[in-house]
Nanobody, 120 residues
Framework: QVDLVEWGGGVAQPGGSLTLSCAASGRFAMGWFRQASGKEREFVVWINWTGGGTVYADFVEGRFTASRDNDKNTVHLQMNSLKPEDTAVYYC?????????????????WGQGTQVTVSS
C-alpha cells in the first residue's frame, strides 16, 4: 500500500498563484489530475520518477510547473496565472509504469484531493 498525502490547496484570485504538494511513501512516477464540479477527472501533468521529465496538458500553457524532491519523496505543482476555470479538486497519483501515462486507469494510487478555487 502506498500512501499519498496532499496539501496546499486554497483560494486564489485570478492571476494569482498556489502551490500544491504531495508526499508519497515511495518513489514513483507521479501525476496530477483535477476534477471540476460536474466534470470528468482530467490530466494535468506527469512527472517521471527522477524529476527530469514532465508532460503537461495543453491547457496548462506554461502556467504550471511540476517538480519533485526525491530526498523527501514529494512532488510539487506550482500554479501561476490562475484562471477561474482552474477551479477544481486536484489529485496527485502514483504509477508503477516507467513510461508516460496520462489516463487515470494507469495510475495505481491516489491522494485524497485538495480543493483549488480561483475567484475574485
Amino acid at each position: 500500500q502506498v500512501d499519498l498525502v496532499e496539501w496546499g490547496g486554497g483560494v486564489a484570485q485570478p492571476g494569482g498563484s498556489l502551490t500544491l504538494s504531495c508526499a508519497a511513501s515511495g518513489r514513483f512516477a507521479m501525476g496530477w489530475f483535477r476534477q471540476a464540479s460536474g466534470k470528468e477527472r482530467e490530466f494535468v501533468v506527469w512527472i517521471n520518477w527522477t524529476g527530469g521529465g514532465t508532460v503537461y496538458a495543453d491547457f496548462v500553457e506554461g502556467r504550471f510547473t511540476a517538480s519533485r524532491d526525491n530526498d523527501k519523496n514529494t512532488v510539487h505543482l506550482q500554479m501561476n496565472s490562475l484562471k477561474p476555470e482552474d477551479t477544481a479538486v486536484y489529485y496527485c497519483a502514483a504509477t508503477g509504469r516507467t513510461t508516460f501515462a496520462r489516463t487515470a486507469d494507469l495510475f495505481d494510487y491516489w491522494g485524497q484531493g485538495t480543493q483549488v478555487t480561483v475567484s475574485s
